[in-house]
């Protein structure tokens, strides 16, 4: 098998995802097309002709993000017309799973250069505004047991016995670790400012991170999944879950991932084209995984999917010097970190999505590239990467420094 | 004579007359939709005709579908052909051209109202008798006359989901105010004319849906708000149904296609879920059972034929606790004069003043009015006197159970009454035959069991004891259909039928505890088989402490006899919860369950010490299959002693009288849908594993071996 190699990573900061947010103003695809001119002109003005497919994860894609937003925004760029463009939905690990199909086609010997990542503006496109059989078609959402993700992740607190105080200070940590990380740089590397058609900077800092964040002030918080829970959702864990009672909502707003825009973009390739345009590998992709868990309770699928890519690998936990879990919700980490049996001081250093928001289709992109940032920062080797997916899936993909 | 009279007048008026020979009641079959047909056909071949009226010659408008024809059934395609064919019939109404109005002179229910809905305008009597709605769904089936796509067009998918998922039936005002009838009228004439009124005034009206500028109100199924509705409300509805009823998701199917789809592919649709409910096993069951088998009840098949009809004019109730005072309630609720008597005047205040809550509660509902709270409280004497007992023709004891104090007051009211009067006990564990023996007149003697709440429960088992006449049944037969319940007739013997068969689905709950199950899932079992509380909580309902003294009273008995009795395993359960940990039930605040005040009850933290968890937790369908076959296998042993005699009054008494599933369509139906053969198996399975108790009854290794099933 061909090795595939990451050149670069980048990504856009992480605007609030309401109408104050500041990227509410840009389309996404000016977002990716902001990331795909800075990946030109960060790789000794990349001929982009050689870059045979732009893969892009994308978990809403309707109005203007809809169709194959991939294939639009090169030409939008005025990249070479040659470049192809897919996008596709893995919902929330759509930007891994990007990266992921990049690393098969060049690992099969296919291709040689592909641009993957992945793009959300959940300002404009409300999460869920695309309906899908899962939630909207009765007859599947019943024959399921089709419940929203948050009730999942208070149904993983319940079964773990996570309290709230513990959950808020989880949330509470990963504030203080993005705050930091921002304020000491550690973003710098890969963050590319969002600017305007008259180059004009939109936005340069990740702006949803709360690092004066209190566990009281988190206290205060009502649990957002309570009521919908009563209206009938909690019925549909119970029936799975038949040793629970009922279900302690412990989730809200400041523990759960934030609604952000955003974007994230890495170059993979072989190493022949890397040399051909004299450029440096940064890291090999060692192994990629995914897998399905019980759609019900939905965000369990972490410990599962990283096991099996560690398997894969024939390597083990203790392996791996750095972990990026996707802060879907604070249980869905705290039950991975449990489910793998690894010390959370090696897991998501620099915060996660409970700070800096969650652009759906971007995140799995980015975080890989947050976690070898980190690598490089630490002059550590390996790390793997891993979110929880809708209607139950995990993904998980291992790096090595090269 | 035709079915459907066709009469045009001088004004071009047709109006067609359902009126199906020699039936009380039009129902849909093709002997009305054949001749139905050619008169539709008349009318779009007559240029003359200026509008339409459809009524009927019944009381009633039209009641539905044919069940019988539909419950013969087994082939979809058929189901589906027939379903197609109604529809196109009603769509050729709808687009003929001319004004049609449905003058609802009665009930249309089911396909009668999905005919009415086919009609540009809908004008009903406001008759309180009159019921409007689509109730398929308690039959297993679904609205196949487009009924899944007009309503919800008609009104919005919002309010026409819930009227369809539970079948709700409405008065002539609901259905007004929510937009399915157009116009009330006082009588047949106001009706008509107004009928005729609409017609002179619309030449040509185009149903909403058929209109081009057609808007869903509320939204079609795209629209955001209904997208939330449908990511809800299949977990609202599985919240109830425990995912037992196709016919509920297939509802959903249909309204939620038929929102996206336009209308006619929405009809076919409809069709095709409409065959899948027809074909399947739940439909059969419930048809089986809720319809054919109750209609037989309910029409006297277990009554004793050749002694008139009997009413019961004056009611003396012995006891005025909640059973008495209860059988109070409804027995004044339907005209009869009651005497409400207890040992002291307080005791008999009291249990009339249940009475005064009940219309207390109505009144604030709206259902019931001060002059209706009064006349009906003006029935019942609350009293300490026997000689007010005097003149009573039925006399029913609901006191204390116990020997001494039944015969004790059996005699001193005995002695007030004329020789015809029937005597009746409430009893529910003392054999009948044994209390008439402190009765003067045995054959006079009988038991009326009812349920609690009495106002709620829609059964009533009547007991035969040894001596008990058939005059004496017949009369007490009577009364249970007086005072609106469904009667079932039992045998004499230990527990009777239903409190016999009861008892071992909260005992195997009980057991499955002992064995180390978990006691949230054993509930969860007990829900998901389709009963309506978990064995656990209906124990602590039922108290422990109660079947503690049923349970010692047992062992006397037999003890006294010089046997011993073989207890089932639940019985340590009991007697664990009752003597070591003082947790006698509900009534005590502590049972199974701890019952904090203002705070919804859960399961007794102490139950995992009491009953450590065992490393084996069995799969949810081992624990569904131990309840329903522990309860399915004792129905069949009832059945094969006789203690009760017809596959009817088995089913439904397994229904109304303790819970049983009402999909499985009662307890033999189940061991039908099964199959007996492979009820067999699985119970010899469970036997081997789990005990004697699951030896299947001789009966069902009989008619398993002979290929016969349960008729």
């Known amino acids: 098998m061909t090795e595939a190699f990451i050149y670069d990573a980048v990504r856009t900061p992480r605007g609030k995802g309401k109408k104050d947010g500041s990227l509410h103003q840009v389309t996404p695809i000016h977002l990716v097309a902001n990331l795909l001119w800075a990946l030109q002109a960060r790789n000794g003005n990349l001929d982009t002709s050689l870059v045979d497919d732009l893969v892009l994860g994308c978990v809403t894609p309707v109005g203007e993000q809809g169709a194959d937003l991939a294939r639009v925004a090169v030409l939008y760029a005025d990249w070479a017309q040659s470049v192809a463009g897919v996008t596709q939905s893995r919902f929330c690990a759509s930007g891994l799973e990007s990266v992921n199909i990049a690393a098969q086609k060049i690992g099969s010997g296919f291709e040689d250069l592909v641009v993957a990542g992945g793009v959300e503006s959940m300002s404009r496109w409300a999460m869920g505004s695309d309906g899908g059989a899962w939630a909207m078609d009765p007859r599947v959402n019943q024959m399921t047991g089709f419940a929203p993700q948050g009730i999942g992740a208070d149904t993983i607190a319940t079964l773990e016995g996570f309290s709230r105080t513990d959950v808020d200070t989880f949330a509470l940590h990963s504030q203080q670790k993005a705050a930091k990380a921002r304020a000491e740089g550690r973003f710098a590397k890969s963050l590319i400012p969002v600017k305007d058609l008259n180059g004009m900077v939109v936005l340069d800092h990740d702006e949803f991170i709360r690092g004066d964040a209190t566990l009281e002030g988190l206290a205060q918080l009502k649990p957002s999944f309570e009521q919908m829970g009563q209206m009938g959702f909690d019925a549909t864990v119970l029936r799975k879950y038949t040793t629970l009672e009922k279900i302690n909502h412990v989730h809200h707003a400041g523990n759960s991932s934030g609604i952000v825009d955003g974007a994230a973009l890495m170059l993979i390739g072989n190493k022949k084209i890397g040399r051909k345009l004299g450029l440096k590998p940064r890291a090999r992709i060692v192994q990629t995984a995914v897998m399905g868990s019980e759609p019900t309770i939905m965000l369990t699928g972490i410990g599962p999917a990283s096991k099996k890519a560690l398997k894969r690998a024939g390597m083990s936990e203790g392996n791996i010097d750095l972990f990026e879990i996707n802060e879907a919700f604070a249980a869905v980490v705290m039950r991975a970190q449990r489910d793998l049996d690894i010390d959370p001081a090696k897991v998501n250093v620099n915060g996660g999505s409970i700070a800096m928001g969650h652009p759906l289709g971007a995140t799995g992109c980015a975080i890989l590239g947050t976690l070898l940032d980190e690598l490089e920062r630490q002059d550590k080797q390996t790390g793997l990467a891993s979110l929880c997916v809708g209607a139950g899936m995990g993904i998980a993909t291992i790096i090595e420094r090269v | ?245 196709p016919a509920v998701t297939n509802i959903m199917s249909c309204v939620f296609e038929g929102g996206i789809t336009d209308f006619d592919t929405g009809c076919r649709v409809e069709s095709r879920y409409f065959a899948n409910c027809v074909v399947s096993q739940v439909s059969k069951n419930m048809i089986g059972s809720l319809w054919f088998q109750l209609n037989g009840i309910n029409k006297g098949s277990s009554r004793p034929q050749g002694f008139e009809r009997s009413t019961v004019k004056k009611l003396g109730i012995l006891g005025a606790g909640m059973m008495g005072a209860g059988i109070a309630y409804v027995s004044a609720k339907v005209g009869i004069e009651c005497v409400l008597l207890d040992t002291t005047q307080d005791a008999a205040d009291k249990g009339k003043a249940y009475s005064a809550n009940l219309l207390d509660k109505d009144m604030k509902k709206g259902r019931q009015t001060q002059a209706g709270k009064d006349e009906l409280l003006a029935r019942i004497k609350a009293t300490t006197s026997y000689d007010d007992l005097k003149g009573c023709d039925l006399i029913i004891e609901a006191v204390f159970e116990d020997r001494g104090i039944k015969a004790d007051v059996t005699r001193k009211a005995e002695a007030q009454l004329e020789k015809t009067a029937v005597f009746a006990s409430n009893t529910s564990t003392l054999p009948i035959t044994g209390l008439a023996e402190a009765s003067e007149r045995p054959k006079n003697f009988i038991g009326l069991h009812f349920f609690s709440p009495v106002d709620k429960m829609p059964l009533v088992e009547i007991i035969v004891g040894k001596k008990t006449s058939k005059e004496t049944l017949a009369r007490g037969f009577d009364y249970v259909q007086q005072i609106r319940k469904t009667p079932i007739v039992v045998n004499d013997s230990r527990g009777f039928y239903t409190s016999r068969c009861f008892g071992t689905y909260p005992m195997e709950g009980l057991t499955l505890l002992a064995e180390g199950q978990h006691p949230r899932a054993i509930e969860m079992a007990g829900l998901q088989a389709g009963m309506p509380v978990g064995p656990l909580a209906v124990q602590d309902e039922v108290s422990l402490s109660l079947s503690m003294h049923i349970i010692e009273q047992t062992r006397k008995d037999y003890a006294a006899e010089g046997k011993t009795v073989a207890e089932h395993p639940g019985v340590a359960v009991t007697e664990k919860m009752v003597k070591q940990l003082d947790r006698p039930g509900k009534k005590a605040g502590k049972g199974f369950y701890d019952y904090p005040a203002g705070a919804p009850k859960h399961l007794w933290a102490g139950l995992a010490e009491a009953f450590p968890l065992a490393e084996q937790q069995l799969p949810q369908q081992e624990m569904i299959d131990r309840l329903l076959y522990a309860q399915a296998n004792e129905a069949a042993k009832c059945h094969e002693e006789g203690v009760v005699e017809t596959v009817a009054d088995t089913n439904i008494g397994s229904i109304f009288g303790w819970g049983f599933a009402p999909f499985q369509g009662g307890a033999l139906q189940f061991i039908n849908a099964v199959g007996l053969e492979n009820f067999v198996k699985r119970s010899k399975q469970l036997e081997k594993k789990y005990g004697a108790r699951f030896k299947p009854a001789k009966l069902l290794v009989k008619m398993a071996k002979e290929g016969k099933r349960f008729e």
């Open chain 2, 1 to 245: 004579m035709s079915a459907v009279q066709y009469n045009k007048d001088a004004d071009g008026i047709v109006t067609l007359i359902l009126d199906m020979p020699g039936r009380s009641m039009n129902v849909l079959n093709e002997e009305l939709t054949g001749p139905f047909s050619d008169a539709i056909a008349k009318i779009e071949a007559d240029a003359s005709v200026t509008g339409v009226i459809i009524t009927s010659g019944k009381k009633e408008f039209l009641a539905g579908a044919d069940i019988d024809k539909v419950y013969k059934m087994t082939d979809p395609a058929e189901a589906f052909e027939m379903a197609e064919a109604y529809k196109a019939f009603l769509r050729r109404l709808e687009k003929c051209g001319r004004p049609v109005v449905a003058a609802l002179n009665g009930t249309a229910l089911g396909g009668g109202l999905e005919l009415a809905l086919a009609c540009h305008y809908r004008v009903a009597i406001d008759d309180p008798k009159a019921k409007f709605g689509l109730p398929e769904v308690k039959l297993g089936l679904l609205p196949g006359g487009g009924g899944t796509q007009r309503l919800p067009r008609l009104m919005g998918i919002q309010p026409a989901l819930p009227l369809m998922l539970e079948g709700k039936e409405l008065k002539a005002a609901q259905a007004r105010q929510q937009g399915i009838i157009h116009e009330l009228a006082t009588d047949k004439e106001d009706m008509l004319a107004k009928a005729r009124a609409w017609i002179a005034a619309n030449p040509k009206p185009v149903q909403p849906w058929d209109d081009k500028k057609f808007k869903w109100p509320g939204g079609d199924s795209k629209s955001p708000a209904n997208a939330q509705l449908w990511a809800i409300a299949p977990s609202m509805a599985s919240a109830k149904s425990y995912g037992n009823y």
